[in-house]
């Protein structure tokens, strides 16, 4: 038998658009988020924690476990006094959703509220159009509504994920130039909450892949960090204090766009030129070999290996240059570089980074560590998830991204 309730109305009086928060609510997420970040804990630990008095978190807990919020777990027996019962997130207590949207995928992920995937897909598409795109996202909240049954009436809210240029380089990815600007003049938010009576939020897809790592990976033990994230376009994001930073146009750590050398009388290219997937698949193609191979373990595996050698050597160049610039600038405690790649290739390109790292001269700076992601080719869609979530259980509303409104505009 469960020692708690059921999910009560309780909880969807939090979901976004619910009151101001006041203090007791602010305490009551301080509680949750506590937990989230650092899994199940005794109330002593969440007292110490939070700063908050013993008494006030035995309260602020009996309250949660009423609401069916959290639930007790098993005694932790071996120590001197009482045993304590740890204090854990209630999986089903919640849900949300996060749509990464793609220049080649739309991917959907279904996370409970103690940030566990339930359920996810992925739909590829050659080139994304418009109004195939969003029918697909309705098909598959359809189909997450039916996963769910009455659990769906506590799903939080939806997360986008997207490319703020989502019609940019078209060229390079191959996009009819009509396609592209469909998507330029498109607001992406605001089409999907037309279709959905969920709030949606919206975040530029390599800001909701750093907010994923911070959450769920690497990023929880370093203060200020330049993510990498190695797509389609390879991009990143910034992470300065703790919290993800947008910057004023929300572009901060948008290394794909990073020049990699003087203009001089012509264009410079760019970092994406060099370390996106797009640049491998092409190379592929060129090689007569199959150009989808990049997305699986082929892509080190005879005859696509030498390719993919050549391609490393590139990008780990180019990611190099953006992490010594980025160190010089900002100081970083370390760099951390994920991929919607296979386990294996990330490990290679590290390898990479590392020594082209070592053929800088870092007098008058401070070499950063380069670290492998932990989230993997789920981050956007999982960082989309994340934000209903925080949005409406943690203690601070804006705390992961700050201009997530203006963001889904175009512009």
């Given at each position: 038998m469960s020692d708690h309730p059921a999910a009560s109305d309780h909880t969807l009086q939090r979901l976004p658009g619910a009151n101001q928060v006041g203090m007791r609510e602010y305490n009551e997420r301080l509680l949750l988020q506590a937990i989230r970040l650092h899994g199940s804990l005794p109330k002593a630990e969440l007292a110490r924690l939070t700063k908050l008095s013993g008494q006030t978190v035995s309260v602020i807990v009996e309250r949660l476990l009423d609401e069916g919020l959290v639930e007790r777990q098993a005694a932790?027996?071996?120590?001197?006094?009482?045993?304590?019962?740890?204090?854990?997130?209630?999986?089903?207590?919640?849900?949300?959703?996060?749509?990464?949207?793609?220049?080649?995928?739309?991917?959907?992920?279904?996370?409970?509220?103690?940030?566990?995937?339930?359920?996810?897909?992925?739909?590829?598409y050659p080139a994304p159009r418009v109004d195939e795109v969003f029918a697909a996202i309705g098909a598959e909240l359809a189909r997450i509504h039916d996963v769910l049954g009455e659990g769906a009436g506590r799903i939080a809210g939806i997360?986008?994920?997207?490319?703020?240029?989502?019609?940019?380089?078209?060229?390079?990815?191959?996009?009819?130039?009509?396609?592209?600007?469909?998507?330029?003049?498109?607001?992406?938010?605001?089409?999907?909450?037309?279709?959905?009576?969920?709030?949606?939020?919206?975040?530029?897809?390599?800001?909701?892949?750093?907010?994923?790592?911070?959450?769920?990976?690497?990023?929880?033990?370093?203060?200020?960090?330049?993510?990498?994230?190695v797509d389609v376009l390879a991009g990143g994001g910034l992470v300065i204090d703790g919290q993800p930073h947008g910057g004023r146009h929300g572009n901060a750590g948008a290394i794909g766009s990073m020049p990699l050398g003087l203009a001089g009388a012509g264009r410079a290219g760019q970092v994406l030129d060099e370390a996106s997937l797009v640049g491998l698949e092409r190379m592929f193609g060129a090689a007569g070999l199959e150009p989808l191979a990049f997305t699986d373990a082929r892509v080190l595996a005879a005859p696509w290996e030498p390719v993919t050698r050549a391609w490393i050597a590139r990008a780990a160049d180019a990611i190099a240059f953006a992490i010594c610039g980025a160190a010089c600038v900002l100081d970083l405690d370390g760099a951390i570089v994920d991929g919607a790649v296979d386990r294996a290739l990330l490990a290679a390109l590290l390898t990479a980074v590392e020594a082209a790292l070592g053929r800088y001269d870092w007098q008058g700076a401070a070499r950063p560590p380069v670290l492998a992601g932990a989230v993997g080719a789920d981050a956007k869609a999982y960082g989309a998830a994340c934000l209903p979530l925080h949005s409406g259980f943690?203690?601070?509303?804006?705390?992961?991204?700050?201009?997530?409104?203006?963001?889904?505009?175009?512009?």
């Open positions: 932790q027996r071996g120590r001197v006094g009482q045993p304590s019962r740890p204090i854990a997130l209630r999986p089903d207590a919640a849900f949300a959703v996060g749509v990464r949207l793609g220049r080649r995928s739309l991917d959907v992920l279904l996370l409970d509220f103690a940030g566990q995937p339930r359920w996810r897909s992925a739909t590829p997360g986008l994920a997207a490319p703020l240029a989502f019609g940019g380089w078209h060229d390079l990815l191959g996009m009819e130039a009509r396609e592209a600007a469909a998507w330029a003049g498109l607001d992406l938010r605001a089409r999907l909450q037309a279709a959905t009576p969920l709030p949606v939020e919206f975040a530029k897809d390599t800001a909701a892949a750093c907010v994923a790592e911070l959450v769920a990976g690497r990023g929880r033990g370093l203060e200020n960090y330049l993510y990498v994230f943690a203690p601070a509303h804006d705390l992961f991204l700050k201009d997530a409104r203006r963001q889904g505009r175009p512009g």
